[in-house]
């Protein structure tokens, strides 16, 4: 089994900041990808930003330049770094984790999700 727990999500003010947190664990034989995405009332969902294993990175074109993702390989978290935030950006966060298994099977997983609300 493999749980996805995320953190960091709450209330902020226009052009404020926020960083969410991550952490994979449980029967993890590789991690490929990791990544944010969000989902706003109405709205599909959408990717946010990704990081896979090497170390690349990939950015939605609304997020880019503000928004920061890294990663702590040795304890399979994920992070976001969101800053000069806009009512916009108001959404519910999912952390989205592409592994391999244990027994050697590639898996996706979601987390539960992380309320971010942009707000005057």
């Known amino acids: 089994q493999v749980q996805v727990i995320e953190s960091g999500g709450g209330l902020v003010q226009p052009g404020g900041s926020l960083r969410l947190s991550c952490a994979a664990s449980g029967s993890i034989l590789s991690i490929n990808a990791m990544g944010w995405y969000r989902q706003a009332p109405g709205k599909q969902r959408e990717l946010v930003a990704d990081i896979i294993s090497g170390g690349n990175t990939h950015y939605a074109d609304s997020v880019t330049g503000r928004f920061t993702i890294s990663r702590d390989n040795a304890k399979n978290t994920v992070y976001l770094q969101m800053n000069s935030l806009k009512p916009e950006d108001t959404a519910v966060y999912y952390c989205?984790?592409?592994?391999?298994?244990?027994?050697?099977?590639?898996?996706?997983?979601w987390g539960q999700g992380t309320q971010v609300t942009v707000s005057s």
């Open positions: 989205n984790v592409d592994l391999h298994g244990s027994d050697w099977s590639r898996r996706y997983y």
